[in-house]
């Protein structure tokens, strides 16, 4: 074995999937992090809410390596991650990640957006990557536009394909970062009803959502993000009737 190879310790259904300690980070002179500490069970599905500019988004890419951090530590499935590209690659391969604008390729077709990386990072045949790729597009129930670009489709179904496409790389855990807030109000649903499933199912989740319905229906607990830091961490019953913080109940009065 290599050394960039990490082999994680015996993982047994206790050991998290995410833990995040002590994380701090800067851009440039602004310290967008602040002591982060955060740990999710496997199965475990979390929300993060929290006002514009106050980390969410930086957050959840620093656990992919989106965003590099200057202090402290994160460890994905058992993976230390450093600045090393074999460790980064191997932390991603356990990581899927879903953005607010799909970030699918335009010149591919719905089907090759989705076999892209089985094909070229995992080395699956390309059958057997279109196989698997069209059960990921029947899930979210799209697989009848395989064959069409991205820009044929609605923005509710560009999103249920982007999220096919990180489904066919077998992700331990999902993150999503806004994923319906560029859509338009009648197309939510059908990426929220898609995301519950995969909820169900048992997929480990980080979803930056305002979408507080989602949240009460699906979340063991919603984490509420002020100015880089965790304000307040709870599940959505006591986080919603009960919040701790001011800034927390200041917040939800103006989205709910
Ligand atoms: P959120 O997702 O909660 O809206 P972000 O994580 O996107 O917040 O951003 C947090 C803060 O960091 C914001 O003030 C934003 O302007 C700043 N920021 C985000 N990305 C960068 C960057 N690449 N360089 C400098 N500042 C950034
Ligand atoms: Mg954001």
Redesign the pocket.
């Known amino acids: 074995m290599s050394d960039t190879q990490h082999r994680p310790a015996a993982t047994g259904e206790a050991t998290p999937m995410v833990t995040i300690s002590r994380l701090n980070k800067w851009?440039?002179d602004?310290h967008?992090l602040r002591d982060i500490d955060l740990s999710v069970a496997r199965g475990e599905r979390i929300v993060i809410c929290?006002?514009?500019?106050?980390?969410?988004?930086?957050?959840i890419?620093c656990i992919n390596h989106l965003?590099a951090h200057q202090q402290g530590e994160i460890v994905v499935n058992g993976i230390p991650m450093t600045n090393d590209v074999k460790r980064i690659e191997q932390i991603r391969r356990n990581v899927g990640m879903v953005f607010q604008h799909f970030n699918l390729f335009p010149h591919l077709t719905v089907l090759e957006n989705c076999c892209l990386s089985p094909i070229w990072v995992q080395k699956k045949p390309r059958r057997e990557a279109e196989k698997s790729a069209m059960e990921y597009l029947e899930r979210v129930r799209i697989a009848n536009q395989a064959h069409k670009y991205p820009g044929q489709l609605s923005g509710g179904q560009q999103q249920r394909v982007a999220i096919a496409r990180a489904l066919c790389m077998h992700p331990e855990v999902m993150l999503f970062?806004?994923p319906t807030s560029a859509l338009d109000p009648e197309m939510i649903k059908e990426v929220l009803d898609v995301m519950i499933e995969l909820a169900h199912e048992g997929m480990t989740m980080l979803c930056?959502t305002h979408e507080m319905g989602f949240a009460r229906t699906v979340a063991d607990r919603v984490i509420f993000?002020d100015e880089?830091q965790i304000v307040e961490s709870a599940p959505p019953e006591t986080f919603f009737n009960e919040p701790r913080s001011s800034r927390t109940r200041e917040f939800l009065g103006q989205i709910l």
Request: glycine fraction near 24%.
């Open positions: 851009y440039g602004f967008v929290g006002p514009s500019g106050s980390g969410k988004s930086t957050l890419r965003e970062d806004e930056v993000m880089g």
